[in-house]
């Protein structure tokens, strides 16, 4: 029913800057937490910053704070993600998922809907 599309991945230098979308479509924006996974090559699915429905309440990983800022324009039903100050371990596909619940906590299994991800590769 929510189909979600990601933008704005690409190739960046280390210490760099990318912003990520997010556009919703299908669904009430307003009432959904949304949030930012990302997968590397042989390892797991990770957290990295997700947003409440009101957009109050956000969650970073430890890894990210204080250089990543998730955000959300519910007039253009998208979800962004700023990431300064880019490392290599950033190198990812990152992924939008909506929650329906509107709780957009840490846990992946929570978020029901899934876009097919945006690749970011951070250079030495």
């Known amino acids: 029913q929510v189909q979600l599309v990601e933008s704005g991945g690409g190739l960046v230098q280390a210490g760099g800057s990318l912003r990520l979308s997010c556009a919703a479509s299908g669904g009430t924006f307003s009432l959904y937490g949304m949030g930012w996974f990302r997968q590397a090559p042989g390892k797991e699915r990770e957290f990295v910053a997700s947003?409440?429905?009101?957009?109050?309440?956000?969650y970073y990983a430890d890894s990210v704070k204080g250089r990543f800022t998730i955000s959300r324009d519910s007039a253009k039903n998208t979800v962004y993600l700023q990431m300064n100050s880019l490392k290599p371990e950033d190198t990812a596909v990152y992924l939008c998922a909506v929650d329906r619940h509107g709780y957009a906590r840490t846990w992946s299994g929570e978020y029901e809907y899934w876009g097919q991800g945006t690749q970011v590769t951070v250079s030495s």
């Open positions: 947003i409440n429905r009101s957009g109050g309440r956000t």
